[in-house]
Nanobody, 126 residues
């Protein structure tokens, strides 16, 4: 089993920035990872994904050019740099992991992932 813990969420003004972190513990393994978000009353939405080596990424159209996903395997950590934040970015953000990298179709659905964190709240005020 792998445990994932998110941190870095908080309250920020529109146009501001936040950097989220996700750290793995337990029976860690080299895996592809991703970020999802969920607002009240809405489905869990794909945000971004990154391969184990960090050389391949996928982004949702809604965050392209504003968010950057990265990872540091020596620290068992993954990051999401969020710039130019908008009120519609408000949600609980979750990190997730799976054994293999895949296409955008595979990496973009929650069903593809085996491990999940508990989430961290991001609130963007107008």
């Amino acid at each position: 089993q792998v445990q994932l813990v998110e941190s870095g969420g908080g309250l920020v003004q529109a146009g501001g920035s936040l950097r989220l972190s996700c750290t793995a513990s337990g029976r860690t393994f080299n895996s592809a990872m991703g970020w999802f978000r969920q607002a009240p009353g809405k489905e869990r939405e794909f945000v971004a994904a990154i391969s184990w080596g960090g050389g391949s990424t996928h982004y949702a159209d809604s965050v392209k050019g504003r968010f950057t996903i990265s990872r540091d395997n020596a620290k068992d950590s993954m990051y999401l740099q969020m710039n130019s934040l908008k009120p519609e970015d408000t949600a609980v953000y979750y990190c997730a992991a799976r054994a293999r990298w895949g296409t955008a179709q595979i990496m973009g659905v929650p069903f593809s992932y085996d491990y999940w964190g508990q989430g961290t709240q991001v609130t963007v005020s107008s």
